[in-house]
């Protein structure tokens, strides 16, 4: 629908106009929304062709400077803005209006502050171009699903066809007579709608003139209760075609059907809730009861739903079955059995003949054990006598409902009690975090969780400042959790939730986690919480690290980060290369406890121009002990910087003796690197004998010709050195 009282400029650019003219025009933003679309149908929606196709649309439609949101119509072929059609023949047609008419989108509103983030959950839903069925969600529930508020898309209803036929003309009479009837009824209100507008539509015979039907016409014109709950079921959408789903159709629009008989006129209700009774009858044995019990009987004892109306046309046998099921509440006592029949308000003689089929059930249910106890005080002929009490002239009030308190069983009181000390022991914090935590499950916009965790993490830091740290690990675990279980259907919330948990782990809780690991038995406990909390306390641990008055209080997690190392060492691998050398040699160290797959990010550390980082990122990867670690190490004895040349060759002797032996001989195998590193070759050559290696004999014999380079002498001391071993 269009608003044009908000006088908005659209700026909608005529055909002879070229694109980007002006600040930005409505059919640019609009082709550029179904480019987006269009390569969602051929790339990932993660993609950057789509993502800066998304963000391309997002720009031309701020270029627009809305001051209202833009409401944009769709027919089969054009979108229409302010009643001026654009698209037909172009993209626009193809990728926006017929896949939005395929879903019964009927318009959008599109305010002025949308994000990027929701036209990039627009856009998938708009080239998934779903038909919308009874048991998929809608085009609307599907962007409320994804978080999407500020594009709003009204969706047409699917109708339902009702097939009337041609009434005959007595019905057609019992029509206008109840038109006529409610038309002089004065109204108390403005008319409410109880099912959707315009949801369901009428078949009727050519020869009938109805401009339009009323639920009440519909009544009088089905004349069969179950039929007529059966159509209202299909106002909301409810399937009704299988046989089990028409059987709770009454069961489940019992209220309503209810509700229309009582607004007809008198004699007609009395013939409809006739009908309806034998509906009722014609259960299954396990529906009538449900329904008996859940709507029928509470409706009669509170006189509501024409419950009397109803039960007044069971048969007596029927009806005395129908009022002992209230012995099977277990809020009630036998004395409602006469409040009942007070409300049926049957003929005396009828009431006398119901009283031997009442008493015959309660015999029957006075042998079980679930109503002996209740019935000891009352007695049973007492209450069977009650039930043929009539009471003249007494005016009927709610007082009768006392009855019910007669049914407090002892479990009822120990409930009631458990229920208020639970109450009174439940803390604020608590139950602000579980309320967060449920929310956050299900809301799909990563702003409304934001806002949600933003109020919980005061309650959080109220936990950690009093010490609590298994509530503290508990939640903080949940969280992670949830972060897990969203991550696949919504990363965006997924991160939201992490980023949440970064704030909580700030400067104040690594502290606090550092004395905790001092503490008697807090070690443990301290490495379950670095283990729950994960990567989101490496950010404030590495600035503490740069601070000198704590670098001392964040040097002492570094075993327990170590043991943890697996959970934590992406973060650290992510930010190493941009840390200071007193966080870089900490971070080094908890990086090498993390095992392979890390030996080339900590060799570059050794290149940094840093003496004591690099001696550290050696070390790492000293620890770290793998082939690939040991050919690092090996490469910088070789080719490093003369400053980091010892540290390598202190490093390879810290590896395991088999492995530093092996990268010896295979340096001192290469006689190129003895004559260019000779001193470096004499101190490995010494440290291999005094290691015991078995297998040198070999390798000196290979060296000893080396001393006759008598133009490098320091060579020429390498193959004496090996002549001298060797013998």
């Known amino acids: 629908m269009t608003n044009s009282s908000h006088n908005a400029d659209y700026r909608v650019r005529r055909p002879d106009d070229k694109p980007g003219a002006g600040k930005g025009t409505l059919v640019d933003f609009l082709q550029l929304l179904a480019r987006a679309v269009h390569q969602l149908h051929t790339y990932p929606p993660k993609s950057p062709l789509c993502t800066d196709a998304v963000a391309a649309c997002h720009t031309a439609f701020t270029a627009l400077e809305l001051e209202q949101p833009l409401n944009v119509r769709v027919s089969a072929k054009e979108l229409l803005v302010d009643d001026v059609g654009m698209g037909r023949g172009t993209i626009v047609e193809q990728e926006l209006c017929r896949p939005l008419h395929r879903a019964r989108v009927s318009s959008l509103d599109i305010t002025p502050s949308v994000s990027i983030r929701d036209w990039l959950q627009f856009c998938p839903i708009v080239a998934a171009g779903t038909r919308p069925s009874r048991r998929s969600p809608s085009f609307a529930e599907l962007l409320l699903d994804a978080g999407v508020s500020a594009i709003a898309a009204r969706v047409t209803t699917r109708p339902e066809l009702f097939d009337v036929g041609a009434p005959p003309a007595p019905v057609q009479a019992v029509v206008a007579r109840e038109r006529a009837r409610q038309s002089s009824t004065p109204a108390s209100g403005p008319g409410q709608h109880l099912y959707p507008p315009d949801k369901g539509w009428v078949r009727l015979d050519p020869s009938v003139s109805y401009e339009s039907i009323s639920l009440l016409d519909l009544t009088v014109l089905v004349n069969d209760p179950a039929e007529l709950a059966a159509m209202l079921t299909r106002l909301i959408d409810e399937d009704t075609t299988d046989e089990v789903a028409r059987a709770t159709a009454l069961e489940r629009r019992y209220g309503d059907v209810v509700m229309m008989i009582g607004a007809l006129d008198a004699r007609l209700g009395r013939i409809l809730f006739s009908k309806l009774a034998r509906a009722v009858l014609s259960l299954e044995s396990d529906r009538r009861r449900a329904l008996l019990q859940g709507a029928i009987l509470p409706g009669l004892l509170d006189g509501r739903l024409n419950g009397e109306a109803v039960l007044g046309e069971f048969p007596d046998i029927d009806l005395a079955e129908a009022l002992c099921l209230l012995l099977d509440l277990d809020a009630a006592s036998p004395q409602v059995l006469s409040i009942a029949l007070d409300r049926l308000r049957l003929p005396d003689e009828r009431r006398t003949a119901l009283t031997p089929l009442i008493k015959a059930k309660l015999q029957t249910a006075h042998s079980s054990e679930h109503t002996k106890d209740r019935w000891s005080a009352a007695g049973l002929d007492g209450v069977a006598a009650s039930l043929i009490r009539v009471a003249v002239g007494v005016a009927k009030d709610f007082s009768e409902f006392a009855a019910f308190d007669l049914a407090l069983t002892e479990q009822t009181t120990t409930a009631l009690a458990s229920a208020r000390e639970a109450m009174v022991a439940t803390e604020a914090a608590d139950a602000q975090l579980r309320c967060a935590m449920s929310l956050i499950r299900i809301e799909p916009n990563p702003g409304v969780v934001g806002a949600i965790l933003a109020r919980a993490l005061p309650p959080l830091v109220q936990l950690l400042r009093a010490e609590r740290w298994d509530r503290v690990t508990q939640i903080v675990t949940q969280l992670q959790a949830t972060a897990a279980a969203v991550e696949a259907r919504r990363p965006d919330v997924a991160q939201t939730v992490r980023d949440t948990l970064v704030r909580f782990c700030d400067r104040d809780f690594i502290r606090r986690l550092a004395q905790l690991s001092d503490a008697h038995e807090g070690r443990s406990r301290a490495a379950t919480i670095i283990t729950a909390t994960g990567q989101s306390l490496v950010p ?21 980060l170590s043991d943890c190392a697996a959970v934590i060492v992406p973060a650290i691998a992510e930010r190493l290369p941009m840390l200071g050398v007193d966080a870089a040699c900490a971070a080094l160290s908890v990086l090498a406890a993390g095992g392979t797959g890390y030996e080339n990010l900590i060799a570059e550390q050794v290149e940094a121009g840093e003496e004591r980082r690099g001696r550290e990122a050696l070390r790492a990867l000293a620890r770290i002990a793998s082939p690939r670690a040991a050919a690092l190490i090996a490469g910088h004895i070789e080719n490093g910087p003369p400053p980091v040349r010892p540290a390598a060759e202190e490093a390879l002797w810290r590896l395991p003796m088999p492995l530093a032996l092996a990268k010896t001989h295979e340096l001192l195998e290469r006689r190129d690197f003895v004559i260019h590193h000779p001193q470096a070759a004499s101190r490995l050559l010494e440290r291999a004998v005094q290691s015991a290696d078995a297998g040198l004999d070999p390798l000196l014999e290979g060296l000893m010709s ?22």
């Open 540 to 560: 404030a641990w590495l600035e503490l690290l740069n601070e000198p008055t704590d670098r001392a209080r964040a040097r002492q997690l570094v075993p327990l």
């Open 706 to 727: 080396l001393r006759f380079h008598f133009w490098s002498p320091a060579v020429a001391r390498v193959g004496a050195k090996a002549r001298g071993l060797r013998h």
